[in-house]
């Protein structure tokens, strides 16, 4: 059992973009460490409601920008198609929150030139 680091509450996030099974493995460390998950988001609705029905009581959203514009969440958690990592993230870095993705959050040299003004802007 991990050891809690963050009271109940003191630390809230959100998950976007189910594209891949890492999601799950992603948000139970983050609640392991006594994260709260507050919202899901995906564009497949099928895919959050089966995501909520394995995290009851999580909100369902049906826009990126309800998470975005949710002041007490703090980080985004996301397992997006490889490809939108990047500009998911510089996203949800512009909105305010930190960014957590599976394995690598661009897969070009262009995207990774992006990110790297985006950490420097935020």
């Not at 999580?58 to 500009?87: C, F, G, H, M, S």
Request: contains cysteine; charged residues 20%; proline residues 5%.
């Amino acid at each position: 059992m991990t050891d809690k680091v963050v009271a109940p509450g003191e630390f809230c996030f959100a998950v976007a973009h189910l594209d891949h099974g890492h999601i799950y493995g992603q948000t139970n460390g983050l609640r392991d460490a006594g994260a709260t998950l507050k919202s899901v988001y995906d564009t497949d609705p099928a895919r959050a409601a089966k995501f909520a029905a394995t995290y009851p009581g999580v909100e369902v959203v049906t826009d990126l920008e309800q998470i975005l514009n949710y002041p007490d969440i703090k980080l985004v958690n996301a397992a997006a198609v490889p490809n939108e990592r990047a500009a998911l993230g510089i996203r949800v870095m512009q909105a305010g929150k930190d960014y957590f993705t599976d394995k690598s959050p661009f897969t070009t040299l262009d995207q990774l030139a992006e990110v790297q003004a985006a950490v420097e802007r935020t």
